[in-house]
């Protein structure tokens, strides 16, 4: 029998994951996130870069961009992507709660609220550790979070 590998995004869901990601980079996140980092600063990380949905369109840009993702499949689609395009972005496999880059950053995305996977204390914490001495002086990191909420369920949004 096959082992899982210890990622999310293996075999049929990384094979898939650009079908629900047409017109991406015009998304009002990455518009967002392209305006915060022209103001902000160059280098960008972008973290859980998945197929290049960010770092792509932002190289053809001529943003300076890295993406880190921990899912080897995805990173490779992004390489495959590149190629394609004519761009050799720079790609990192590894966790980002314990990030280790060989740089530091001005802007660092974490867009598709990839923060929010992460979902121990503990590990947040020390994720955000890491961002932080990934961050240049004056520099931002932003990201976004997902709620599921509806009227009526207020009681959902109340922090224990």
Not at 4 to 27: F, S
Not at 64 to 85: F, H
Not at 86 to 94: C, I, K, R
Not at 137 to 154: K, M, Y
Request: hydrophobic share 35%.
């Amino acid at each position: 029998m096959d082992q899982k590998p210890d990622y999310d995004y293996n075999g049929l869901i990384a094979q898939t994951w650009d079908l629900h990601r047409t017109e991406a980079e015009n998304w009002s996140d990455s518009v967002l996130y392209r305006e915060l980092a022209e103001r902000y600063g160059q280098p960008v990380l972008d973290l859980g870069c998945a197929t290049g949905r960010i770092v792509l369109p932002y190289l053809e840009r001529g943003i300076d961009t890295d993406g880190v993702d921990n899912s080897p499949e995805l990173l490779e689609i992004c390489r495959q992507k590149a190629l394609a395009r004519g761009l050799s972005p720079n790609l990192y496999e590894q966790d980002i709660v314990t990030l280790a880059l060989p740089r530091r950053y001005k802007t660092i995305i974490g867009s598709s609220s990839v923060f929010q996977l992460i979902t121990d204390e503990a590990r947040a914490r020390q994720t955000l550790q890491r961002l932080y001495a990934h961050l240049e002086p004056g520099g931002i990191f932003v990201t976004s979070f997902a709620f599921e909420w509806r009227e009526g369920n207020q009681e959902r949004l109340v922090s224990r």
